[in-house]
């Protein structure tokens, strides 16, 4: 079964804007708790692009909107085929938004769980392309920390992985800078003041550790250790396990129990290949130091590819491989909303679900 991404857009709805950034507004992609993410046209560029609104009352929140403003600094660090393009944002809006490349496909997680697991050329394409998207984004000194199945599009190019919601830079490698703040706060608590917000990392910090999906989350940020880029690495494990199984590497279950099988348990790697099965394993290790980092673990899934003398690195490669191995996947972009859906009390979600 192919991969294919959505047929139709969700129609726009009363108060939805019709424009932003010189952009105009077609439809609908998605809505969640943060914002809305809409399609829109412009001139000179090949299929939509995507436009992240934020809502009204997170717009309102100013430790929201810098972290909105955060997204949008690491993301335009970024270059990588395997990463949707970052194209402009104004985070001093009275909504902020953030426009990227919109990227058609279903995420790997709806694919699978509606055709099943991925194979042999689609396994190996998904796990070299998604690598490469760490090597990108740990060279440009980030850490993404929400590497998952519903954040991975399977576009006709390979594998893309998108939303930086909750990424942060890689953290300051000063060994005495986590006593020195401690001391500091202790000493605004002795004196009987707030901590002010402007301390050295403590604003994105204290709020950024809250968050993440429970069961694809890292063993070292259940145990309220750093989260560091080879954080990235092991999500990138339970990802790939994902993929070849069909289903979680830790099941399903309340958030106090994921958080025990993550930090104590092994992920299910059944059907993984054994070469791609043995970096999955040094990728989900427990102690993030013995996991390889981004660009090895990126040289090993290149050399797994069979009849290939020299694999090579780096996204050129990566590209390669994919051409020669993404070959399961027919997407195009979705069309513009019907007129008149909503007056006949058409569903636009059942046409957007449909392959």
Not at 75 to 98: G, H, T
Not at 256 to 282: H, N, T, W
């Amino acid at each position: 079964m192919k991969a294919r991404g959505i047929r139709r857009l969700h129609p726009l709805e009363p108060g939805d804007p019709r424009e932003v950034g010189g952009h105009r507004v077609v439809g609908r992609i998605g809505s969640g708790g943060m914002g809305t993410v809409y399609a829109a046209d412009s001139p000179g560029v090949h299929g939509y692009l995507a436009v992240k609104v934020i809502h009204a009352e997170q717009a309102s929140d100013h430790r929201f909107r810098d972290r909105f403003a955060l997204e949008a600094r690491l993301l335009s660090r970024v270059n990588s085929p395997s990463v949707a393009r970052f194209v402009r944002a104004d985070v001093q809006a009275e909504l902020p938004w953030m426009i990227t490349e919109y990227v058609p496909g279903p995420t790997l997680r709806h694919h699978v769980e509606r055709y099943g697991r991925l194979k042999k050329g689609m396994l190996l394409g998904l796990a070299a392309g998604t690598a490469e998207a760490l090597r990108a984004i740990h060279a440009a000194g980030v850490v993404h920390r929400d590497l998952k199945p519903s954040n991975v599009v399977l576009s006709d190019k390979g594998p893309k992985l998108v939303d930086f919601g909750i990424a942060h830079p890689v953290e300051d490698p000063d060994p005495t800078k986590w006593i020195r703040l401690r001391r500091m706060r202790r000493a605004y608590r002795d004196l009987k003041l707030p901590s002010p917000e402007t301390l050295p990392d403590e604003r994105i910090t204290a709020w950024v550790d809250k968050l993440g999906t429970p069961g694809w989350i890292s063993p070292e940020q259940y145990s309220r250790q750093p989260t560091t880029q080879r954080s990235d690495v092991f999500l990138w494990g339970a990802t790939v396990a994902f993929a070849a199984l069909g289903h979680d590497p830790f099941g399903r279950a309340d958030a106090k129990e994921m958080a025990r099988r993550v930090l104590f348990e092994e992920p299910d790697l059944e059907y993984l290949p054994p070469g791609l099965k043995r970096v999955v394993v040094a990728a989900t290790a427990k102690d993030p130091d013995e996991r390889p980092d981004a660009a090895e673990l990126l040289s090993e899934v290149l050399a797994l590819e069979e009849g290939v003398d020299t694999p090579g690195t780096g996204a050129a490669a990566v590209r390669g491989l994919l051409g020669r191995r993404w070959t399961e996947v027919a997407v195009r972009a979705p069309a513009p909303p019907r007129e008149g859906a909503r007056l006949f009390g058409r569903s636009p979600a059942r046409d957007q679900s449909r392959p």
